[in-house]
């Protein structure tokens, strides 16, 4: 059974930083792409930043130029940078695996930016 499971979030002040953990339950090369989403109340769930299994990276506007996405082969373990954090970046973290058709989710971390 597939399992990934994140770690790392909690609450922050403005302009503070976070750093996600996604671990992956077999080899993280079984998975095509690995990426975090997030869903803050009231709003559907967004792309924030996503790496392939050759490590493109794609990232969504709003994060550009202050998360970082990264992986650890070695761990089986996707990372997510997250600096200058802002109060728009409260919400719940998800990471994602897509291996063949199928996509598979962690259960989620809450990032809760507050002063």
């Known amino acids: 059974q597939v399992q990934l499971v994140e770690s790392g979030g909690g609450l922050v002040q403005p302009g503070g930083s976070l750093r996600l953990s996604c671990a992956t339950s077999g080899s993280i090369f079984s998975f095509y792409y690995m990426g975090w989403y997030r869903q803050a109340p009231g709003n559907e769930r967004e792309l924030v930043a996503r790496?392939?299994?050759?490590?493109?990276?794609t990232y969504a506007d709003s994060v550009k130029g202050r998360f970082t996405i990264s992986r650890d082969n070695a761990k089986n373990t996707v990372f997510l940078e997250m600096n200058s954090l802002k109060y728009e970046d409260t919400a719940v973290y998800y990471c994602?695996?897509?291996?063949?058709?199928?996509?598979?989710w962690g259960q989620g971390t809450q990032v809760t930016v507050s002063s």
């Open positions: 790496i392939t299994i050759n490590s493109r990276t």
């Open positions: 994602n695996g897509r291996k063949g058709l199928d996509d598979y």
